[in-house]
């Protein structure tokens, strides 16, 4: 069969082909100079500043955000566990992250963390 093929076990050439020639620049050739277009007047800088840290934990629009308004304030928090499962916490609302609240028990003084995720109702007590 590949006597059929005569050229397919060709060889590839082993020379580089050789470059295109450059035109030599005469000093007489008129230069074309095309004007470069300047870059696009920068905006101005907006009055808006952003405050430092995550926007969800300073946004109130944000579950973390609206907590951090409350630290300090007694809490009762309720968590789905599982997908049936309701368990409550109560005690004082100390800190706020990203995914995780803590609360501090006023009964033992013990401070505890939960899964922000999983919470499902907050009371927040004056």
């Known amino acids: ?10 060889t590839m050439p082993m020379t580089p082909e ?14 074309r100079q095309t004007p ?5 007047p920068m905006p101005s800088p907006s009055p808006f500043e952003m405050a430092p840290g995550s926007p969800v934990q300073q946004d109130t629009n944000y579950t973390q ?8 304030k007694r809490v009762r928090v309720t968590f789905l566990l599982g997908t049936g499962t309701l368990q409550d916490r109560t005690g004082i609302l100390e800190k706020v992250g ?19 995720y999983s919470i499902k109702f907050v009371t927040i007590f004056d």
């Open 36 to 40: 470069i277009p300047s870059p696009p």
């Open 18 to 31: 050789p470059e295109p020639e450059m035109p030599e620049f005469d000093s007489s050739d008129e230069i």
């Open 98 to 116: 990203i995914s995780y609240i803590v609360l501090r028990n006023e009964e033992t003084s013990t401070l505890e963390m939960a899964d922000i």
């Open 65 to 72: 955000g609206y907590l951090r308004t409350q630290i300090g």
């Open 1 to 10: 069969m590949i006597s059929n093929y005569p050229n397919y076990f060709r």
